[in-house]
């Protein structure tokens, strides 16, 4: 394939993917308005028009980035651009880094009128919204000195061994990334989120004594529990726990605490911990470090076809260019395997729904599902094909008669 059909597919792909996104978004919103048949409740009313704002904001999104992307392709810019930045800079490598920071920042630019609209229009209207202004900008800021100060170095020494070893980089990138979302996974606690979010320890009394009971059933060792301040930024509710190794840290968002029963806060904990006990957390790990090996090798090879660059306007081999190109030929299929994991992750929250609720009772686990699924103005009746595209977890009414129905021995 030369460069020009090369260019000529990404650009069929793009529309493609674009327009199969929009399709799943009207199907989204005609199934939800199946929820309205009836007399129902403000409640269902509100979650139905929430997620009809939702869907039309995203498709808007897709619509714009296609569109960016589109120009991008037909007037041949990545390659102008790469060359502005060839010729102003010295050294291929500084070259290299330049470019990708002036992609990263205009993708970044890009962003914010949609996050700003998202976040003080559509989750403000809906009652969601607690970012003020300033912690919305001091976000921002926060996010790009960290962008800059981690990634920076890590590729910076990427484009440095790909300058010395240009067929070995994919190995060795792979290797590099992987290290640094286990690191990311073993320190992000500790270390970045309190860039973010204030950690409290949680305090003494009964949601504490609860559990640290359950923990001790379950021999399960934790190094702390602490409480997050999310509703400074959202009243959406969430718990994770965190570390890597035996040892865990439980995180519980202040507004889990703030809207639920405890019984329902350590029926939510239960849950995550049978994410662990069941070997969920291992195996998505195992699985997005084969998938990624894959995506690597495969970049690996097609780097070698100058046509990859050459189809975004490129001179040549051009790493940078090669690494837009694959990413826009990937795209299709990235999305598939997206489709996949969902699946996995959505069996997953069954097992650990199931887990929860034969260590702690299925009542607190059904009210907790319920009372989570409402706050959160969940789709009362989503399309199956965009759950099957998009849903990490189940619907929540799914979830619920799964515990309803299981047989807790
Ligand atoms: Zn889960």
């Known amino acids: 394939m030369n460069a020009e059909q090369l260019r000529n597919l990404i650009i069929f792909i793009t529309v493609a993917v674009a327009t199969f996104k929009v399709v799943l978004n009207v199907l989204d919103v005609r199934s939800s308005r199946t929820a309205l048949i009836g007399s129902p409740s403000e409640e269902v009313k509100k979650a139905v028009e929430y997620t009809v704002t939702k869907r039309r904001f995203e498709s808007t999104n897709t619509v714009i980035s296609a569109v960016v992307v589109l120009t991008f392709l037909v007037l041949g810019l ?7 930045v060839s010729s102003a800079i010295e050294g291929q490598i500084w070259q290299d880094l330049f470019f990708l920071l002036v992609m990263a920042l205009g993708l970044f630019i890009l962003g914010i009128p949609g996050s700003v609209y998202k976040t003080f229009v559509i989750e403000a209207k809906f009652g969601f919204n607690r970012t ?4 919305f900008i001091i976000d921002r800021i926060r996010g790009i000195v960290l962008g800059v100060v981690i990634l920076g170095p890590i590729l910076l020494g990427l484009l440095w061994i790909y ?5 070995q980089i994919w190995w060795i990138a792979f290797l590099a990334i992987n290290l640094i979302s286990f690191i990311t996974a073993a320190i992000g606690t500790s270390v970045i989120l309190p860039l973010f979010n204030k950690l409290k320890e949680l305090p003494e009394g009964e949601l504490r004594d609860k559990i640290l009971a359950l923990c001790e059933k379950q021999n399960y060792k934790l190094k702390r529990i602490y409480v997050m301040d999310s509703s400074k930024r959202s009243s959406k509710s969430n718990a994770f726990f965190s570390g890597i190794g035996k040892t865990k840290t439980i995180v519980l968002f202040d507004s889990l ?8 806060v350590v029926g939510v904990l239960g849950h995550e911990m049978g994410h662990d006990k069941l070997g969920h957390i291992r195996s998505m790990l195992l699985l997005n470090m084969l998938q990624s090996f894959i995506i690597f090798a495969l970049f690996g090879w097609a780097l070698q076809e100058p046509a990859l660059s050459e189809a975004l306007g490129g001179n040549g081999i051009q790493l940078v260019l090669s ?11 990235n999305f598939l395997l997206g489709i996949f994991d969902n699946s996995m992750t959505r069996r997953n929250e069954h097992g650990a729904d199931i887990f929860a609720s034969k260590v702690y009772g299925k009542e607190h686990i059904i009210s907790a599902l319920q009372r989570l699924s409402s706050d959160n103005l969940a789709n009362p ?8 595209a998009y849903y990490s977890h189940p619907p929540a009414s799914k979830r619920v008669s799964h515990v309803q129905e299981a047989k807790l021995v």
């Not at 990545?78 to 502005?84: D, F, S, T």
């Not at 300058?163 to 067929?167: G, I, K, T, V």
């Not at 009746?381 to 965009?386: E, S």
């Open 163 to 167: 300058s010395l070893l240009p067929n």
């Open 257 to 264: 605490i703030s809207k639920h029963t405890v019984d329902e």
């Open 381 to 388: 009746a989503p399309h199956p094909l965009y759950v099957l």
């Open 78 to 84: 990545y390659g102008q651009i790469q060359q502005a």
């Open 132 to 135: 003020t202004v300033k912690t």
């Open 323 to 333: 690494l837009i190109a694959f990413g826009m030929l990937f795209s299709p299929i």
